[in-house]
């Protein structure tokens, strides 16, 4: 399994500094959608369909953590002004710490990324226009009953959880689930009622729903 840190650079930048630190051998990726865009041409409908791509998650970039050393020297010669062959980029720290986060994490941003692909290979394909609307037009219809099923199932969930009271000792160290600022970053639980637990990440104490808290088994800790 892979564990993966992130680079953080601008939007506009995502993806050509994902392909330029491919082609130097570095095993890193960002999630990207193919779109068409209408273009004007002179041609006989005066425009013309491009095939390009574009983030999903403008900004962020994974690299493997085994690449880090390299990565973080590339970044402190360009953080000195040093220069680069590569798109300007910096390693993401929270709480003076390096978050990894691990394959489980950026699963559902590779099966959308390979939703879109496909749904454009159809396009590709599609004999006529009318065959290629009425594909769109299908995916966009089945994605959003998938999204909203999927925002019901976890609606349930929640309520669930909710419902069941979680303790913790004071000294505890927990992750927090669905904050994505703390992916893969430990907090020290202060104390606890059942129903919500007081987490300190690094200088701060935050009052977070008992049911969001788990043990942790990071070794990346806020402190």
Same mark, same amino acid.
Not at 163 to 189: C, H, I, K, L, Q
């Given at each position: 399994?892979?564990?993966?840190?992130?680079?953080?650079?601008?939007?506009?930048?995502?993806?050509?500094?994902?392909?330029?630190?491919l082609e130097a051998k570095f095993d890193v990726w960002?999630?990207? /959608?193919?779109? /068409? /865009?209408t273009l004007k041409a002179k041609t006989?409908?005066?425009?013309?369909?491009i095939d390009t791509e574009v983030p999903i998650l403008p900004t962020f970039v994974f690299a493997s953590e085994a690449d880090l050393p390299k990565l973080g020297d590339i970044a402190d010669d360009l953080a000195s002004g040093r220069g680069c062959l590569h798109p300007a980029f910096s390693i993401f720290r929270?709480?003076?710490?390096?978050?990894?986060?691990?394959?489980?994490?950026?699963?559902?941003?590779?099966?959308?990324e390979e939703r879109t692909i496909a749904v454009l290979q159809a396009m590709r394909d599609a004999e006529?226009?009318?065959?290629?609307?009425?594909? /769109?037009?299908?995916?966009?219809?089945?994605?959003?009953?998938?999204?909203?099923?999927?925002?019901e199932l976890q609606r349930a969930q929640r309520l669930?959880?909710?419902?069941?009271?979680?303790?913790?000792?004071?000294?505890?160290?927990?992750?927090?689930?669905?904050?994505?600022?703390?992916?893969?970053?430990?907090?020290?639980?202060e104390a606890s009622d059942g129903i919500h637990a007081w987490v300190r990440f690094g200088s701060h104490s935050w009052k977070i729903e008992g049911w969001r808290v788990s043990p942790s088994d990071s070794d990346t800790l806020a402190v």
């Open positions: 399994m892979t564990r993966w840190v992130i680079l953080r650079t601008s939007g506009g930048q995502t993806l050509p500094l994902m392909r330029s630190l960002s999630p990207a /959608r193919p779109i /068409r /865009r006989p409908t005066g425009t013309r369909l929270y709480g003076g710490r390096i978050p990894v986060v691990g394959d489980a994490e950026v699963r559902g941003l590779r099966e959308e006529s226009y009318a065959e290629a609307e009425k594909i /769109r037009i299908a995916a966009m219809q089945t994605e959003t009953a998938r999204r909203r099923a999927t925002n669930a959880l909710r419902s069941t009271r979680r303790t913790f000792d004071p000294g505890t160290a927990v992750e927090v689930a669905d904050m994505p600022a703390m992916v893969g970053v430990a907090g020290v639980v």
